[in-house]
């Protein structure tokens, strides 16, 4: 199955369903191997965050993770993560007050991790 011919415009890359999960972790869901690690990769290539949580507090690592497969086996993780999704990851680990202290744009981006 070949995925390459797909557009996604970034903004359905963050659509959420009922549940908080992106097309990442549905993706990450696929019981369908070649599908999951196709998808993750085409998802990723066109601006898909890996540390994104749902309703859960699930990251696609960690869906990944409890189906047995590590993340770093299907992509490279060091490719698709940025300095950004770092630093919000800790401010989030560390439980930072940010709201009110950074613009509304960067409020929603670290609400995302």
């Not at 415009?9 to 972790?25: I, M, S, W, Y």
């Not at 993770?65 to 940025?82: F, Y």
């Not at 770092?86 to 744009?105: C, E, F, G, M, W």
Request: glycine share 2%.
């Amino acid at each position: 199955m070949r995925w390459s011919f797909i557009f996604f415009p970034f903004r359905l890359l963050q659509v959420k369903d009922e549940d908080g999960n992106t097309a990442l972790h549905l993706a990450a869901l696929s019981k369908v191997y070649s599908t999951r690690k196709e998808l993750l990769q085409v998802l990723l290539s066109y601006g898909a965050h890996l540390d994104v949580v749902n309703d859960e507090k699930k990251t696609v690592e960690d869906l990944m993770r409890h189906s047995g497969e590590p993340l770093h086996t299907v992509v490279n993780t060091l490719r698709h993560t940025t300095l950004a999704c770092l630093a919000a990851r800790t401010i989030q680990a560390h439980n930072i007050p940010y709201k009110d202290a950074v613009p509304k744009s960067l409020e929603k981006f670290l609400a995302l991790h």
